[in-house]
């Protein structure tokens, strides 16, 4: 990913490998905001402390950096499931209620989740010209909701994975990101080979570890998407606090960054 600042402060990641295509994802640091510590400075959370007004002016700062009316994002009411929303412009400015991942076909249309930790993935079908975005979580990663956004694109708009090109967005690292029993047990009873993602950075001293990058690019190769056409920001989220919000570094005292995701129309 590529760093860009932008005129009025905020500061925006983007990926190398959209950059030839006809979309737009740009995933928010924590600059260019309103809001005072702790959710310094460009926090999209409404339910941590921050005051709606500040939350507000920030969305509005994002939007104007990256030309979108604040107006017309699309949002979710994120509870790391993987229900998947099919939207397109009537759903504008409204929020999709309980699902982790949205796909569009509409033109223009933005598609907007929050994020400080979890997973940020992006698919684009450039067949189809579709794209998905979802947010994964632990338990998001573990019940594919990659995967889940994947086979809607394919049931709704006819895409084939082997086309497809993933971002996955700054998150938590697999050497950060020490998980207890609840995870593990899951992950083994529910993942092909679930041992695999799980490595302990002090000896014995410490907990697992868990990778979710690799858990999310394992189930997306075996979908069918070529490894080569998943680009990786390999940012942890918890080793960079200077530039996003983490939850499990912060312990929980920090704002949410965001993704914002649109098509762009094709030549």
């Known amino acids: ?19 030839s295509l006809p979309l737009q994802a740009h995933v928010s640091a924590r ?33 104007a950096a990256l030309g979108r009316d604040p107006a017309h994002p699309v949002r979710t009411h994120q509870v790391h499931s993987t229900r998947v929303a099919r939207v397109g412009w009537t759903e504008a400015g409204a929020r999709q209620e309980s699902c982790d ?9 933005p598609l907007f989740l929050v994020f400080a930790d979890c997973v940020p993935l992006i698919l684009y079908d450039p067949i189809g010209h ?55 047990g899951k992950a083994i009873s529910t993942l092909s080979g679930g041992e695999q993602y799980f490595c302990r950075q002090n000896g014995d001293q410490s907990n697992p570890c868990f990778d979710l990058w690799k858990a999310n690019i394992d189930q997306l190769t075996a ?12 940012i942890d989220t918890a080793r960079n606090t200077h ?25």
């Open 1 to 19: 990913m590529h760093r860009i600042c932008y005129n009025n402060g905020v500061v925006a990641y983007a990926f190398e490998s959209f950059a």
């Open 31 to 63: 600059h260019g905001g309103v809001s005072p510590e702790p959710w310094r400075s460009l926090n999209f959370s409404y339910s941590r402390g921050d005051k709606p007004s500040r939350v507000l002016e920030n969305f509005a700062r994002f939007c």
């Open 101 to 109: 991942a949205l796909i569009t076909d509409a033109v223009g249309l």
């Open 130 to 184: 579709a794209l998905g975005a979802c947010h994964a979580g632990w338990r998001g990663t573990i019940d594919g909701v990659a995967t889940a956004a994947l086979e809607a694109m394919t049931v709704a708009f006819g895409t084939v994975a082997a086309e497809v090109r993933v971002g996955i967005g700054p998150s938590i690292g697999p050497e950060s990101y020490e998980v207890g029993e609840e995870v593990i």
């Open 223 to 234: 979908a069918g998407v070529p490894e080569e056409q998943i680009e990786l920001s390999g």
């Open 243 to 267: 530039e996003f919000f983490s939850h499990r570094a912060e312990k929980g005292r920090c704002g949410l960054f965001g993704l914002l995701t649109w098509l762009e129309p094709r030549e």
